[in-house]
């Protein structure tokens, strides 16, 4: 008897489990394994005097970003180096427990990038153009460093593309993180970016601090 329940109980753990599977596969529902995702969309900088606005007063964006989120030490050291290719719109935004001066390294990368940095205010701080490493180069000496909390990556050229400049603003729609960050909420802010400190150097992003590469 003790069998039969304990092979009823396996059953019906499988058939959930291919459930589950099944809702993945179709898009239903998000994997657990699988990264946590976001939206970023970037606003003329300079307050509502710059920003234009639809027919109901809301402030259009200039760019709106899907994006992976990489908020742990071993996400932010893999970063894009596990991608082929980013198409445009898509992203990873990297996110550090505080602002400061991160570098960023273009280790193991297959393509060329825009790396976005943002401050703790979420105004873009620094835009690098980094490139791929070459065939005799494992990208560690391709290293960009600039200040922010957050650090954007792109194709490279969609910044020159969408208009993304240094100044401009930004809101960080993170999924399962209880909302926008951009309503100058500062207890949201602070619950969204919590991420565990790591000393590692992260994959791909920026240059000099304070330079803008165009």
Do not use: C
């Not at 946590?36 to 809301?58: H, L, P, S």
């Not at 570098?103 to 193991?108: L, Q, W």
């Not at 105004?123 to 600039?146: C, N, Q, V």
């Not at 500062?186 to 992003?205: D, G, K, M, S, Y």
Request: glycine share 12%; aromatic share 6%.
């Amino acid at each position: 008897m003790a069998v039969e329940y304990v092979l009823r109980g396996l059953l019906v753990i499988a058939g959930l489990s291919l459930v589950g599977l099944l809702l993945v596969q179709v898009g239903l529902v998000s994997a657990p394994w699988a990264p946590d995702r976001g939206e970023i969309r970037v606003f003329d900088g300079g307050g509502d005097e710059k920003a234009t606005a639809d027919g109901d007063g809301n402030r259009t964006p200039k760019a709106v970003v899907d994006v992976a989120v990489a908020d742990s030490g071993v996400e932010r050291y893999t970063g894009l180096s596990d991608h082929d290719s980013l198409e445009s719109g898509n992203g990873m935004l990297f996110v550090h427990d505080e602002e400061r001066e991160q570098t960023y390294v273009m280790r193991g990368m297959d393509f060329d990038i825009d790396i976005v940095f943002i401050d703790a205010d979420r105004e873009i701080t620094t835009i690098h153009h980094a490139r791929a490493p070459g065939p005799d180069e494992d990208g560690e000496e391709l290293r960009y460093t600039g200040r922010g909390k957050w650090v954007l990556e792109v194709p490279r050229g969609y910044a020159n593309e969408t208009g993304i400049e240094v100044g401009d603003e930004v809101d960080i729609d993170l999924e399962n993180r209880g909302g926008i960050i951009g309503s100058g909420s500062e207890t949201l802010t602070q619950a969204v970016t919590r991420a565990e400190h790591e000393p590692i150097v992260p994959v791909a992003v920026a240059a000099e601090h304070g330079s803008v590469h165009r």
